[in-house]
């Protein structure tokens, strides 16, 4: 007991709730970093994959866990003589100012810089209103 009596002991409660609004952006944050890197692929002329578990049964009826390729969906996409550039979060389209959804560059090359934008307004929670409209539009928000 003496090697204990040297020791700063105190009595502690581990918080392991995360506050959702910050796991909403931490969420959008992780899903512009991948648009980022779908991008760069984009720009080489190469298709960008993340792999991703998935759980099979064999013939004989066994469950195992397998990694799978998955390819990202980019948020942008070519018209009207340039790119339009939405911000997602899941499947569904933010709106950006209530009423916009996308955002208009003549140039591939400029498409991260409005990543960048996103990022920037996600971190700062520009965009926590418009998610939350998404997550009530699909009864996930009780609020």
């Given at each position: 007991m003496s090697a204990l009596v040297k020791l700063n002991l105190k009595t502690v409660k581990r918080v392991?709730?995360?506050?959702?609004?910050?796991?909403?952006?931490?969420?959008?944050?992780?899903?512009?970093?991948?648009?980022l890197a779908a991008l760069a692929a984009a720009v080489a002329g190469k298709t960008h994959t993340v792999d991703v578990k998935r759980a099979v049964?064999?013939?004989?009826?066994v469950r195992s866990v397998v990694t799978v390729a998955r390819q990202v969906r980019a948020w942008h996409f070519a018209q009207d003589g340039g790119y339009y550039v939405q911000c997602r979060y899941g499947t569904r389209v933010l709106m950006l100012h209530g009423k916009s959804n996308a955002v208009f560059v003549d140039k591939l090359e400029q498409v991260a810089e409005v990543l960048g934008v996103y990022r920037a307004a996600a971190l700062t929670?520009?965009?926590?209103?418009?998610?939350?409209?998404?997550?009530?539009?699909?009864?996930?928000?009780a609020e």
């Amino acid at each position: 007991m003496s090697a204990l009596v040297k020791l700063n002991l105190k009595t502690v409660k581990r918080v392991t709730e995360v506050d959702p609004v910050t796991a909403r952006r931490d969420r959008l944050v992780a899903g512009i970093d991948e648009q980022l890197a779908a991008l760069a692929a984009a720009v080489a002329g190469k298709t960008h994959t993340v792999d991703v578990k998935r759980a099979v049964r064999d013939a004989d009826g066994v469950r195992s866990v397998v990694t799978v390729a998955r390819q990202v969906r980019a948020w942008h996409f070519a018209q009207d003589g340039g790119y339009y550039v939405q911000c997602r979060y899941g499947t569904r389209v933010l709106m950006l100012h209530g009423k916009s959804n996308a955002v208009f560059v003549d140039k591939l090359e400029q498409v991260a810089e409005v990543l960048g934008v996103y990022r920037a307004a996600a971190l700062t929670g520009e965009f926590d209103r418009a998610i939350l409209l998404v997550m009530r539009a699909r009864g996930k928000v009780a609020e």
